[in-house]
């Protein structure tokens, strides 16, 4: 079978992130998979969900630069070892290095697949998620990128093999360098994309002191926080917590949405939640449609005795 090569999502902080694992379980069913990584990474983490072979490319010209180094790398291993598929995650950096892929090898690209057959049809989410359509490359081999939080990754032991990279790249490709950088302060909540349960606060929660009730709700239950684009552009909450089509994409065990009425563009972000509880004193919000247990009422009264009854079950 040939190579289907999956571009790994890692940082220092989180090691091999979620989505790497999904694309590994996901590649898996279009050929044997290999691993692309940059930098040093946690190969045996990558072979025990499929990897077989795990290609590293590090030094100066990667981490001194942006996304080019990285896109030209990976260019010149496909050029090499002609794969049935290349797949990225749909992060900024994923959606960049595909791009540039696509365009270097004059190639077809998909991208925010949330599922791929055998023969490369991807499965897409389009309109906010409001319509399903399956599209394929018509031109060169599949480059798609994956929505994080698609599919549960299922470990498939590989032989995880590391070969190293010659890097090699151009001075087209180190117009943007790295001067700085700084390590995001992580606190004790898990990763928001990464989170089996995320509670979300939105618009209704009325100011950014009060988000402390959908923080406190969130230690209690050890899940991540989140927060409405409403609730974001109002100055609540940061953006970098913002759930939704402009915002980050989670699929949790268990999602509370309160004060947030569910709009398209927050459901986009959301409906691949496994459960979902709404709390919002409107009986006609949207997310009530959404919902697999709604509560009608102040969230300032409810939230509060939602807290109390799970600190006695703890």
Do not use: C, W
């Amino acid at each position: 079978m040939a190579e289907v090569l999956v571009v790994v999502e890692a940082s220092a902080s989180a090691g091999v992130k979620k989505v790497t694992l999904e694309m590994l379980t996901i590649a898996r069913s279009l050929g044997t998979v290999s691993a692309v990584a940059f930098g040093e990474v946690d190969t045996a983490r990558l072979g025990e969900y499929g990897a077989e072979k795990v290609y590293v490319a590090a030094g100066d010209d990667i981490d001194g630069y942006l996304v080019a180094p990285k896109a030209s790398v990976v260019a010149e291993l496909v050029k090499r070892v002609q794969p049935a598929a290349v797949l990225l995650a749909s992060t900024q950096e994923g959606k960049e290095i595909a791009g540039r892929l696509a365009v270097k090898l004059d190639n077809g690209l998909l991208t925010d697949a949330v599922a791929v057959d055998a023969d490369g049809t991807a499965t897409q989410g389009i309109f906010a998620g409001s319509a399903t359509v399956q599209a394929k490359v018509t031109r060169g081999l599949p480059i798609i990128t994956i929505r994080p939080n698609s599919i549960t990754p299922e470990a498939a032991p590989g032989a995880g093999s590391v070969e190293q990279l010659t890097v090699a790249v151009s001075d087209a490709d180190k117009l943007t360098k790295v001067v700085e950088r700084v390590a995001e302060k992580k606190g004790s909540r898990p990763e928001l994309t990464e989170a089996s349960i995320v509670v979300s606060g939105g618009r209704g929660v009325g100011n950014a002191d009060n988000f402390k009730l959908v923080e406190e709700l969130a230690d209690l239950l050890g899940g991540a926080v989140g927060a409405s684009r409403a609730a974001v552009d109002s100055g609540f909450y940061p953006h970098q917590f913002q759930v939704g089509q402009t915002g980050k994409t989670v699929s949790p065990q268990l999602y509370v949405a309160l004060g947030i009425s569910g709009a398209i563009q927050h459901r986009a972000g959301m409906q691949t939640s496994k459960t979902i509880v709404a709390v919002n004193k409107d009986p006609e919000a949207p997310i009530f449609e959404l919902a697999d247990y709604g509560v009608v009422g102040d969230l300032f009264k409810v939230v509060p005795q939602a807290a109390d009854e799970i600190r006695k079950r703890k």
